[in-house]
């Protein structure tokens, strides 16, 4: 390797907040039953200062390994570190937050206490945590309501309560299990500008989400796991581009034939729309399709290029990852 190359690969690695390498878990469902594998070589890596989201279908280990990184549970094989530290030590804690996906405040106190209370928890001194809680209720929104009691919150009053205790001993990475879960559009909203801030300080974000549209909004890069297994890693602009990308042509005036040869030429998808129809090719055959179209008498009413959405990449993960591991249960009681 280059030493430009060395160079490179040595900042990246340096630059690395979060890296997974070979995680399995192995659960045993009970007593005498065969261990039930939940992940199966999962391995990522999350770089400083970006958002990672980190998405799958239900049971597809995504709570597993953020047990596995918060120091809940132990893997089975392989490892995984934090700042460089392994996620079994204890004392880099003090650099994370972590936001769960249900966090419990004890509901007669306000904003404020609640606040300092992990303020004292977190060592913070008596005289840094009064500006310190001022701030960050200023940060997510909720100046206005330190005083009031937890109880009369609504869901994404209580979410930004909790990325506040987050924060509040400045961690640079911080760790989010569905922040916008249960919140309304305005609500998904404030969460979302809130992340975003966190990134513009130079923070590390790993957001577990089911919520696709946030992750395309704000994620920098997106891990996405299936039946315990990494189907795609990387940045989401790549995982969108895509080659297989295709178009609706919309046609009128056609013979009555043309849509029927159109279909077995093309494999394409027609649908009717009155005396127009609607045909969905990929690029490659658009230029073709328009050719034999209007070599036939018919007229082009629009050229539409779908776009990409990571909806579709995600769906399409899913799928393949179903269809490669139908039996890898089966195989492992097999072989225990």
Known sequence: MKRGGQEGAMRELANERIKVEGLVKDFRP???????????EVSFSVREGEIYGFVGPNGAGKTTTLKILMGLIRPTAGQATILGHPVSE????????FLPENPYFYS???????????????????????????ALLRDVGLEHAADARLKTFSKGMLQRVGIAQALIHDPSVVFL???????????RKEIRDIILKLRADGRTV????????DVEMICDRVAIIVKGHIRYEGPIADLLRGDDMDSDVVLTRLPSD??????????SRVKGMGERIEVRVPDKDVNSLLTASLGAGAEVV???????????????AVREGTASYPNEQKEMEKNP
């Open 302 to 316: 629009s050229v539409t290029r779908n776009r990409h959405s990571l909806e579709h990449a995600f769906l399409s």
């Open 30 to 40: 009970g007593l005498g039953l065969r261990s039930r594998r939940v992940l199966n």
């Open 108 to 134: 007669f106190l306000t904003a404020r206490e609640i606040l300092d209370f992990y303020a004292r928890l977190s060592g913070i001194s008596a005289a840094d945590r009064k500006p310190k809680i001022a």
């Open 177 to 187: 299990d569905e922040p916008m879960s249960g919140l309304d559009p305005i609500g």
């Open 90 to 97: 204890s004392r880099f804690r003090q650099e994370v937050g």
């Open 258 to 267: 043309l849509g029927i040869r159109l279909q077995e030429r093309y494999g």
């Open 206 to 213: 790993f957001m577990n989400t089911h919520i696709l549209t």
